[in-house]
């Protein structure tokens, strides 16, 4: 495991590594009439949109469904969901930043009430409440149940993002790379993008490795001291 | 180019304070 760890490590570090010396000075500047050299975003905001909404929210969800199907029932399933939510969050805060930054010089404005932009605030706000809903229920049962279908109700959200650019009329451009019929991007411009893909998703994965390995230690701990608690009450009625 | 550095800055800086919060709270829970 630990073996696994230290290679998804390496190959975080070297993707993003990349990623940035190609985003920042490798690829030219767009067109002025595609941003010129705020097309550099581009290298970052969707794929860590795409961590947040699929990576991430498609964890929780397959972790949470096999929670609630009894063959493959485990806590373990219950612990990676908790840990992919709680990774989700760091990124939808990121989307929304860094959506904000482009969305500033590009539109004229921080924040728009537009369909992109407030669906994906409405699941920031469903998933701090999926993590304020673990800390209801001290039961780790009832927990994981009402978790594991909160986590899938919470889901429903992300094909509505996906397609709230077709679906509204919306100050965020459409699919970039998934553009029905031709890909919008060309060149070192394309590739440094698909490889921004890659080292975020390196890094979620890295960063859940080590999420659930904290929480294993934490579960473990609280074994531990549930279990002196009881000793210590028998010693008392002894 | 100042709003590509402030993406850039708020995406690694983020991404690096998180997983800091994760190591630190490794760290805790060993001792």
């Known amino acids: 495991m630990k073996f696994t760890q230290r290679y ?19 690829t030219p500047p767009a067109t002025q009439a595609q941003g010129g050299d705020l097309a550099r975003l581009l290298y970052i905001h969707p794929a860590i949109a795409w961590v947040a909404l699929y990576v991430s929210f498609g964890t929780t969800t ?10 493959t029932r485990s806590m373990v399933m219950d612990r990676i969901a908790y840990c992919a939510m709680e990774v989700s969050v760091v990124y939808i805060i990121l989307t929304l930043i860094t ?7 590009t539109w004229g404005v ?27 229920n001290d039961d780790p049962e009832i927990r994981a149940r009402r978790s594991a279908v909160f986590g899938i109700l919470i889901a429903l959200n992300v094909p ?15 699919p970039t790379l998934l553009t ?17 893909f890659f080292a975020f998703t390196f890094q979620f994965f890295w960063l859940l490795r ?29 | 180019m100042n709003y590509v550095i402030a993406g850039y800055a708020f995406t690694f800086g983020g991404t690096a304070l998180y997983a800091a ?11």
Do not use: C, F, N
Request: no cysteine; aromatic share 12%.
């Open chain 2, 21 to 31: 919060v994760i190591w630190w709270q490794g760290r805790r829970g060993r001792h």
């Open chain 1, 62 to 71: 397959v972790a949470s469904a096999l929670y609630l199907w009894r063959r």
């Open chain 1, 160 to 174: 509505v993002i996906h397609y709230s650019v077709l679906w509204w009329k919306t100050l965020h451009q459409g």
């Open chain 1, 110 to 136: 921080w924040w728009a009430w537009d369909a992109r932009l407030t669906s994906t605030a409405i699941l920031l706000v469903l998933a701090l409440g999926y993590l304020a809903l673990r800390r209801a």
């Open chain 1, 210 to 238: 080590a999420r659930y390995r904290v929480e294993e230690q934490a579960t473990q701990a609280r074994g531990i001291e549930q279990a002196d608690a009881i000793a210590a009450r028998q010693r008392e009625g002894a």
């Open chain 1, 8 to 26: 998804l490590g390496v190959a975080t570090i070297v993707t993003l590594v990349a990623t940035i010396v190609l985003g920042l000075w490798v």
């Open chain 1, 180 to 196: 029905p019929g031709q890909i919008a991007v060309h060149g070192s411009m394309l590739w440094t993008m698909l490889l921004s």
């Open chain 1, 99 to 105: 959506g904000s930054i482009w969305g500033r010089p």
